[in-house]
Nanobody, 125 residues
């Protein structure tokens, strides 16, 4: 049974940084692509970042490109989202997601089969 557990969210001032973690279990970690999505109050869930099975290919939403970095530690079966230069508009619940494929073909939620419970990120101005 696949499980994804996010951590690392919290309250930070604008311009600050946070690192989110997603601990995965239940199947081989190194075979599948992972992604991060977020959902702000009253808005739809949106894509933030994703990688390929090896971590060699990464994808970012334009709104976070240059500020956020997705990475993985295969030894710990953990995916990270390093978030720098945070803005109030980054405030949302952040979700980790795991695909059933090595690569994603589109940066959309339906590419991912498993989801974590989410972690709240709040950026104050």
């Amino acid at each position: 049974q696949v499980q994804l557990v996010e951590s690392g969210g919290g309250l930070v001032q604008a311009g600050g940084s946070l690192r989110l973690s997603c601990a995965a279990s239940g199947r081989s970690f190194t075979i599948y692509a992972f992604g991060w999505f977020r959902q702000a109050p009253g808005k739809e869930r949106e894509f933030v970042a994703a990688d390929s099975w090896s971590g060699g290919t990464t994808y970012y939403a334009n709104s976070v490109k240059g500020r956020f970095t997705i990475s993985r530690d295969n030894a710990k079966s953990t995916v990270y989202l390093q978030m720098n230069s945070l803005k109030p508009e980054d405030t949302a619940i952040y979700y980790c997601a795991e695909s059933n494929a090595r690569f994603i073909s589109t940066m959309t939620a339906h590419q991912f089969a498993y989801w974590g419970q989410g972690t709240q990120v709040t950026v104050s101005s």
